[in-house]
C-alpha cells in the first residue's frame, strides 16, 4: 500500500512538473532590464522651476503659484525639499556634486499700491551631504524641512510665515523653528 502511495505521487509530481514546464524553452530570450530613467531636481516636483550650480553650491529655486496659508505654505516648500533631495540622492543630472544647496522659494504678493509681482519669501540650506544621506522613505516633509542649517527670510511677509508655521508646528520642525529665530531676529 505504501509503495502504491509513493508511485502515485511520483507520478503526480512529475505530471505537475511537466505541466509547469510546457511551453518553457530555451530558445526564448532573456526579457531586457529596463534602463535606468535619469533624474532631475528640476521635474522632482511642480513648484522647482529652476536649478543652478554656483561653484559648490547647488541653489534650487521653486515659485508658490497657489494661494496659501502659513501652514501650508512651508509644508508645500518641505515636500519640494524632499523631492529635490531624493532627486539629489539618486543622482540629479542637474545637480553636479554640491557641498551647499541652497531652497529659495517665492511667491506673489501685493505691493501698496496693488500690485502683484513676485517676491523672495524665504531661503532655506542644507549641506548636501545630509540631502545624499538621507533615508526619505523614513522621512516626512517635516523631518527634511528640520534638516535645514540655516533659513532666510529677507521680507517681513517671509518672518510671518515662519513665525506662524512655528507657532502651529513647533513639536514637528523644532530644528527649524530654532535656526529660523536664530537666523531671522
Not at 532590464?33 to 516636483?45: L, N, R, T
Not at 539618486?90 to 502683484?116: C, I, N, Q, Y
Not at 511677509?157 to 530644528?175: D, F, M, V, Y
Request: net charge neutral; glycine share 8%.
Amino acid at each position: 500500500m505504501v509503495r502504491i502511495a509513493a508511485l502515485v505521487i511520483a507520478v503526480v509530481v512529475a505530471a505537475l512538473s511537466a505541466i509547469g514546464l510546457a511551453g518553457c524553452s530555451d530558445d526564448t530570450p532573456p526579457a531586457k532590464a529596463a534602463a535606468p530613467q535619469a533624474v532631475s531636481i528640476k521635474g522632482a516636483d511642480p513648484i522647482i522651476e529652476g536649478v543652478e550650480t554656483r561653484g559648490k553650491d547647488l541653489v534650487i529655486r521653486a515659485y508658490q503659484r497657489e494661494e496659501w496659508d502659513a501652514g501650508d505654505f512651508v509644508f508645500a516648500a518641505g515636500d519640494a525639499m524632499r523631492a529635490a533631495g531624493k532627486a539629489l540622492k539618486a543622482g540629479a543630472t542637474d545637480a553636479g556634486k554640491p557641498e551647499k544647496v541652497f531652497f529659495l522659494l517665492s511667491a506673489d504678493a501685493m505691493d501698496r499700491l496693488g500690485h502683484t509681482r513676485r517676491v523672495n519669501v524665504f531661503g532655506v540650506s542644507f549641506k548636501a551631504a545630509d540631502l545624499r544621506d538621507a533615508r526619505y522613505e523614513n522621512l516626512s516633509a517635516f523631518d527634511v524641512i528640520d534638516l535645514a542649517n540655516a533659513v532666510y527670510a529677507p521680507r517681513a511677509s517671509g518672518r510671518r510665515e515662519i513665525a506662524q508655521w512655528c507657532l502651529k508646528n513647533i513639536e514637528n520642525t523644532p530644528h527649524f523653528c530654532r535656526q529660523a529665530v536664530h537666523d531671522t531676529l
